[in-house]
């Protein structure tokens, strides 16, 4: 999420009741979670796990709850909770867009664009030329989709982000103030889910077709031409290259990339990166030949048993 104008770092200590080390004289553009972290933002960090990761990250300004020596040319803000800070310099500057009509009078339609009865069209929604919305769709604000877009009914793009920290209390939300944003020639199944970004885009790639009831978790970014099946559930921050398959009721876990050209197929699940061209299945997904000599042998097994015994 890119600011208004740019902030110091003294700026936003003052506004979120931090102290400042470091280089004060920088402008900070925006904030940024820390996988998607470019030069000029600011990120948050609260775990010793990732301490070393967000001072070394292209991140120009660091939130951290632990007073460290800042790096050369970087300014850190040393305050007692960074996600609730985080939290707040956010919803300072981005909020919910609060819609009155069903399609907002600050949404944009292109020519030759047809949308359907019951439609929902947030503030600052942007729609290409020649799409269909079918029947029910949520479009919600400030998302933005290509042309030759085919969205099917009751399809939800743009929900909040499923992103928790998890306190004694109770659960506290990362606040959602990124996007979603559909490429040229893409499909979207009915009752398909695709999640806004925390803070940067989750992306669909230009012609990639995605089936019914299919979840996009937030910040993910799909490539061009990928073909996605029912029941598909896609986490958070994950890459799928180009021209990925992914066979009905696939499981992919947060932060992991599926590189150019894989098919996984159906029911497999996987917590780690698949490498190009291959084709996987199981859960743990291993590669699709293997597996199934796997699945070979362990039916010899209770004969091999009885032999033995």
């Not at 660091?62 to 919803?91: H, M, Q, Y």
């Not at 919600?140 to 209390?169: D, L, M, Q, T, W």
């Not at 979603?180 to 230009?206: K, L, Y």
């Not at 917590?271 to 030949?289: D, H, M, Q, V």
Request: proline content about 4%.
């Amino acid at each position: 999420m890119k600011f208004p104008s740019p902030l110091t770092p003294q700026k936003i200590a003052d506004l979120l009741g931090g102290e400042v080390f470091g280089d004060t004289s920088i402008e900070i553009s925006g904030l940024n979670e820390l996988h998607r972290i470019e030069q000029g933002e600011l990120v948050f960090v609260d775990h010793p796990k990732y301490y070393d990761k967000a001072l070394n990250s292209d991140a120009d300004c660091i939130l951290i709850n632990k007073k460290v020596d800042p790096p050369s040319g970087k300014a850190i803000i040393v305050i007692e909770d960074p996600f609730s800070a985080f939290n707040r310099l956010s919803a300072m500057y981005s909020s919910l867009k609060v819609s009155v009509n069903p399609i907002a009078d600050s949404a944009f339609i292109g020519q030759g664009t047809t949308i359907q009865p019951n439609v929902f069209i947030g503030e600052n929604v942007r729609i290409g030329k020649n799409c269909v919305i079918h029947a029910g769709v949520t479009i919600n604000y400030n998302c933005v989709i290509g042309n030759n877009v085919i969205i099917h009914s009751n399809a939800v793009i743009g929900g909040e982000a499923f992103y928790y920290k998890k306190r004694p209390s109770g659960y506290d939300r990362l606040n959602s103030v990124g996007n979603v944003v559909i490429e040229n020639n893409v499909e979207i199944g009915a009752n398909t889910t695709i999640d806004r970004g925390v803070t940067a885009d989750t992306i669909i790639g230009e012609g990639t077709k995605i089936d019914n009831l299919v979840q996009v978790g937030h910040d993910t970014v799909i490539g061009k031409n990928c073909l996605i099946a029912s029941q598909t559930g896609i986490a958070g921050c994950v890459v799928l290259e180009d021209d990925v398959t992914l066979w009905g009721q696939v499981g992919i876990a947060s932060g992991i990339t599926i590189e150019k050209g894989v098919t996984v197929y159906a029911q497999s699940g996987t917590n780690r990166t698949l490498e190009a061209g291959k084709t996987y299945f199981g859960s743990p997904a291993g590669e699709a030949k293997e597996k199934f000599k796997e699945m070979m042998l362990l039916k010899k097994l209770p004969d091999l048993i009885k032999k033995l015994s």
